[in-house]
């Protein structure tokens, strides 16, 4: 999603400006722009539809340079990608903004604003609030006060950074419903969506709340709340390093993700395995307590995150003898619910700021949960600090926006959810003992998975020139199917699509020929004798097979049906190992196809608007 980057200093800020939204690009964008402002307050912008680089080759055509600056990475919401939509926006060459998320009333203040006399030029909703905090600003002569009086008109959801030209050196930055971070410097100051933009120049943040408004200088802040009072926000050390979104030797990112798996997996396990039993420490001070209490689940969360709910409901109610209810976050705030007493809120999300896992959360709430709990890869997050108990997946930064280890962390996650619920209701001490041991062998699971890849290297070239594949799994492996469904399509732009085996003579089956290759994964499990018989129907009709299966079943490759060996695992972690095999075919493919592997098209990472 879109990324701001916003500097005061002492020094030229435009080398950090364009850095910062380099380290931004992970998260999705189709232009970019920023405002540079020199010492007489004058401004200069430089837009560009693309990628950053086309934005650096503008400003070595023509240099520009500053001390106080902002600029943007944007995905397009109102407006089709176009220079003239392109962020920052300025009202009369005197006020520049960026901003992120979405104003919902902007309809209504551009008529107001085009009463006063205001020109739009673009088709976006952040030209609104940029003339809006213009005409406050001729009202008040104060930027920080401009700024206070439109958001104060603003309803839906924002990040904002601002300067003016009567104002040199000062930025107003403002968060409503969208990140924003302020870095801390020697003697300058930085704004962000995202820390990792600032971690070339600071490791010193401050995370603003809800409503909160900042002032910054080179060489002051001030933060103001919702109320216009004064408040003082902590500074939080971060322990990632400039160097955390290298790729190393890895051609991209996805392909170095996917092989961090075993150590963030392993990361992710850390003190939270006793001998024998899971720790409820792990949860926070509150949950020992509170999960005695609870009677039933419900798991909230978008894409692969809801996947990944959707395994875990298998697991809830398997072997933790749990209710279990998922729902895609965008759909849950919009129906009216019934919550059964003693009933715990799970969300899921990597970035901890989906948008619409958020407003699933804050909706929650109101409805009479017992607590809610969040699984997130990043602990200075909205959701992190807005839910009430936590469990971190550690996966480390994910820069390719196709989810890889943040999956497998959030599947290992819940399964240490599973074992701290399920202890107060049908786990007892030996399964719990059991499910700790299958635990502690799948980093190493793993590790032997990712040896396949030279093998589905070549496997990929089987799905380079088709259009449609189909990916089949049965009981807790359906939802990975789905997963592998998403990976491929994300990446490779090939349509496909995920059923429950069973599912096929209801209607796939129509579908099925020696043009669409089908994809299964077969783990011993109870079901795998239905599913090999499920598997003959695909053969039947002339459909090609690829299973990926594990080595103990003796599965042999034939004629139209190609076996590649699994490790032996434990069923109940085997989703989180036959996750491995379809995230390396996706990257395989993807490659040879030649799309943007780590910013697939039309795609963000952090969908941080509803």
């Not at 209701?425 to 719990?432: G, I, M, S």
Request: glycine share 8%; with cysteine; hydrophobic share 40%.
């Amino acid at each position: 999603m879109c990324g701001i980057v916003g500097a005061a200093a002492e020094r030229d800020v435009t080398p950090i400006l364009l850095e910062g939204l380099k380290r931004l690009e992970y998260r999705g964008y189709d232009s970019a722009g920023l405002v540079l402002q020199d010492e007489t307050g004058l401004l200069r912008r430089v837009r560009t539809t693309g990628k950053v680089a086309r934005l650096q080759e503008a400003l070595a055509a023509n240099p520009a340079s500053g001390r106080c600056g902002i600029a943007h990475t944007r995905w397009a919401t109102h407006g089709a990608p176009s220079d003239r939509n392109a962020h920052p926006h300025v009202s009369r060459d005197e006020v520049a903004i960026v901003h992120n998320g979405i104003i919902e009333n902007y309809e209504a203040l551009r008529e107001r604003l085009r009463t006063l006399g205001y020109q739009f030029e673009s088709e976006t909703d952040t030209e609104v609030a940029c003339h809006l905090i213009h005409a406050h600003y001729e009202r008040t002569h104060d930027l920080l006060a401009a700024v206070q009086a439109a958001v104060a008109e603003l309803d839906g959801a924002y990040a904002l950074g601002v300067v003016c030209s009567r104002e040199p050196g000062r930025l107003v930055a403002a968060r409503k419903g969208s990140p924003l971070v302020i870095g801390i410097g020697l003697g300058e100051h930085f704004i962000a969506s995202d820390v990792f933009a600032l971690l070339p120049v600071t490791q010193r943040f401050i995370f603003l709340e809800e409503g909160d408004i900042a002032d910054i200088r080179r060489e002051s802040l001030a933060i103001y709340d919702r109320s216009g009072s004064g408040v003082e926000r902590a500074v939080r050390t971060s322990e990632l390093t400039a160097d955390a979104a290298d790729r190393g030797p890895y051609r991209h990112f996805m392909l170095k993700e996917i092989h961090e798996q075993p150590r963030a997996i392993a990361e992710t396990l850390e003190a939270r395995l006793g001998e024998d039993r899971v720790l409820e420490a792990a949860f926070g001070p509150k949950a020992a307590q509170l999960f005695q209490t609870i009677k039933r689940v419900q798991i909230v969360a978008c894409g692969t995150s809801y996947h990944a709910g959707s395994v875990a409901r298998y697991w809830f109610e398997t072997y933790a003898g749990l209710p279990c209810d998922v729902e895609v976050a965008s759909e849950f705030r919009y129906r009216p619910h019934v919550v059964s007493p003693d009933t715990l809120f799970v969300t899921i999300s990597q970035s901890g700021e989906t948008a619409d896992t958020l407003a699933a959360l804050r909706e929650a709430k109101s409805l009479g949960y017992s607590a809610s709990l969040a699984i997130c890869n990043v602990p200075e997050s909205s959701l992190v600090r807005e839910s009430d108990l936590t469990l971190m997946t550690r996966a480390g930064p994910e820069i390719g926006v196709a989810s890889t280890k943040a999956f497998t962390t959030q599947l290992t996650a819940l399964l240490l959810l599973v074992a701290a619920l399920g202890r107060h209701h049908k786990l007892d001490q030996a399964a719990e003992q059991q499910l700790v041991q299958a635990l502690r062998q799948v980093p190493g699971l793993v590790e032997q998975a990712l040896q396949l890849e030279s093998h589905i290297e070549t496997l990929a070239e089987r799905f380079a020139d088709k259009h449609h594949t189909l990916f089949l799994g049965r009981g807790v492996q359906y939802p990975i199917a789905q997963e592998g469904a998403l990976k491929l399509k994300e990446i490779s732009y090939i349509h496909a699509e995920a059923y429950p085996a069973g599912e096929l003579k209801h209607g796939p089956l129509a579908l099925v020929d020696d043009t669409m290759p089908v994809v299964a994964v077969a783990p011993r499990d109870d079901l795998v004798e239905t599913l090999k018989s499920n598997l003959q129907e695909v053969r039947a009709r002339g459909g090609v097979l690829y299973v990926f299966a594990d080595e103990t079943l003796g599965m042999a490759s034939e004629d139209g049906y190609e076996v590649f060996n699994m490790p032996a695992a434990a069923e109940i972690v085997a989703p989180i190992l036959y996750t491995i095999p379809l995230q390396l075919l996706a990257y395989h493919v993807a490659v040879l196809k030649g799309t943007d592997v780590d910013q697939p098209r039309n795609l963000a990472k952090s969908v941080t608007v509803e």
